[in-house]
């Protein structure tokens, strides 16, 4: 089995440019139909291991921190030249690196519930963001399907989350506290920040658009765009044209007071088993942060990597379309902010690891730094992830992990890896029974160095629309309606800059191809794969 090397920090490698929404309140969990497909999913689950005979659960306590549209090469440890994140990549060289590590999907929702499913989404079947938008996605049911939550609370580990959660209402989960906390829209956090920056002192700026309902400043060539991109009467994104430095501060941000939070639970849980996930937005749009990141990189110094001429499907999107709109002075501002809050969190990051060290818990925590997905950050002259592509720029992640004196510091592991592999890892790590019929496998043999059988591609999907499957040597993506069909050589063309699929020269890779895709799809029970035909190319 080949495995591939897509690259190593330190290496020379041809892509260099890196390139909050409130959730809604309690919705209905299951419709008839939904409660049946799960009752069969639950059919054949092995029970899990509970706490141990003295009462207390053993093992080792969980750390799992998160971000939102996060590059994979964003951290200093994986190649960003423009900023550099000390304690994201701390992690890393303390314990692992995982170099080809994959989403399930360019999608908040169905990425987060693969995590604590060890599933893909065509199985825990939230195809699209929990987030009132979308007729007929239900909230995750912690019944339906074992989860890590789930797992570990009722083995006896104190579980909490801080931040974004994008599966429907934390309180529906008996693991965490009857709320959704999302700082920002938090009522308590609104009167926070109007007693300490009254929104009334900025009554008369000019700027157009607001972030916690205080003005952003936005240069002229972003302000044109965005005022231009929101002139669609049905485009309900507009608001992803708000890119530029905000007037509140660092300390009064909202993911400032979750890390305040996420400090206070480690506190509280010092001599307790715990789970803990910190859920931080940033880099996700909006776009905006404060000084001193605001101005932390030099505009003039951001490259802009890739083709401008997309494939329809990626060209009608409206992240190329807000690209274009801003032109290459507003693609270098939006990648620059982008860069910022990833520094931005990397000091908040910094801060949870200084408190595990003063409390003696770093050799006693498993931690897990990971996003839910990438962003495009300038490439192909495209701001965000809203396009129909799987570009890797929005696919691959970072993730890292580390466990003192179980992971070896300076690990990297090179396989392919996904999220759905998360769920079962934690588990091996802390002990517990791993359910059967997932996804996902255990990370532990890799990361330990062990000769075991594993997967050769990354696979990824679009609700029903989509499907991808990444080699060591090519990128295939399929879809029937509308046709999507393109073949990338990722050694010869890492930017993704040509498809190959319309070439006749390809027709027989193509169709290569397609078959190992239809063979990954089945052998993972994707029901999509019905809908594929036998020969893409005779698709109309």
Same mark, same amino acid.
């Given at each position: 089995m ?52 003295d ?21 200093s ?13 701390r ?25 604590i ?39 006896? =580990?104190?579980?909490?989350? +801080?931040? /974004?959660?994008? #599966?429907?209402? %934390?309180?529906?989960?008996d693991?965490?506290?009857? *709320? ?17 920056l ?21 240069i ?73 990141? =605001?101005?932390?990189?030099? +505009?003039? /110094?951001i490259? #802009?990597?890739? %083709? ?7 060209? *009608? ?29 990397d ?5 949870i ?100 059988p ?29 046709k ?57």
């Open positions: 080949s495995t591939p090397h897509l690259f190593q920090p330190g290496e020379p490698h041809s892509r260099t440019h890196l390139p909050s929404t409130a959730l809604s309140g309690r919705q209905v969990l299951c419709a008839a139909v939904f409660a049946t497909i799960t009752a069969a999913l639950l059919a054949g689950w092995v029970a899990v291991a509970h706490a141990a005979s009462g207390k659960p053993g093992g080792y306590n969980v750390l799992f921190l998160m971000t939102d549209e996060q590059h994979h090469r964003s951290l440890l994986t190649g960003n030249r423009y900023i550099t994140t000390p304690n994201m990549d992690i890393g060289r303390e314990g692992a690196l995982f170099v080809n590590a994959t989403c399930v999907t360019p999608f908040c929702s169905p990425s987060r519930a693969s995590f499913t060890g599933l893909y989404p065509h199985r825990h079947r939230i195809l699209t963001n929990v987030d009132g938008r979308h007729q007929g996605q239900q909230p995750l049911n912690q019944n339906a399907l074992p989860n890590t939550e789930t797992i570990l609370h009722r083995a006896g =580990y104190a579980t909490a989350h +801080r931040g /974004k959660w994008h #599966l429907g209402d %934390t309180g529906d989960f693991c965490y506290e009857s *709320r959704t906390y999302l700082g920002k829209t938090n009522p308590e956090y609104g009167r926070f920040l109007e007693e300490r009254p929104a009334a002192k900025f009554t008369n700026h000019p700027s157009p658009g607001k972030y916690l309902n205080r003005p952003v400043e936005m002229p060539a972003i302000e044109k765009a965005y005022r231009e991109f929101g002139k669609g009467a049905k485009n309900r994104i507009a608001y992803i044209g708000i890119i530029g430095r905000s007037l509140v501060p660092p300390e009064l941000l909202p993911e400032t007071r979750m890390t305040d939070e996420a400090i206070a639970l480690i506190e509280k849980h010092a001599r307790e088993r715990f789970m803990i996930t910190v859920s931080w937005s940033p880099p996700h749009d909006l776009w905006v942060i404060p000084e001193p990141y =605001y101005s932390m990189v030099d +505009r003039k /110094k490259a #802009l990597p890739g %083709t401008r001429t997309l494939p329809d499907w990626d060209a *009608r999107g409206p992240s190329k379309r807000l690209g274009d709109l801003a032109g290459d002075e507003g693609l270098r501002e939006y990648a620059a902010i982008y860069h910022g809050m990833v520094k931005y969190i000091d908040q990051v910094g801060r690891l200084k408190k595990l060290d003063e409390l003696g818990l770093a050799e006693k925590t498993l931690v897990i730094f990971t996003t839910d997905h990438g962003d495009m950050v300038g490439a192909h002259g495209c701001i965000g992830k809203s396009i129909a592509g799987f570009y890797d720029d929005l696919v691959r992640i970072p993730f890292l992990m580390r466990l003192p004196g179980v992971i070896k510091p300076g690990t990297i592991v090179r396989q392919p890896v996904s999220q759905i592999d998360v769920m079962p890892t934690i588990l091996d790590y802390i002990g517990q029974s791993i359910p059967e019929r997932l996804h996902g496998q255990s990370l532990r043999p890799l990361i330990e160095g062990r000769d075991v594993w997967r050769n591609h990354a696979f990824c999907q679009r609700a029903d629309h989509q499907r991808m499957i990444r080699t060591d040597h090519y990128k295939y993506i399929f879809g029937p309606k509308p999507v069909l393109a073949l990338y050589n990722l050694q010869a063309d890492p930017e993704e800059n040509k498809n190959l699929a319309d070439a006749p020269q390809h027709a027989d890779l193509v169709r290569q191809m397609h078959r190992r895709l239809l063979d990954v799809m089945k052998a993972d029970g994707d029901p999509f794969a019905e809908k594929l035909p036998d020969d893409p190319l005779k698709q109309p």
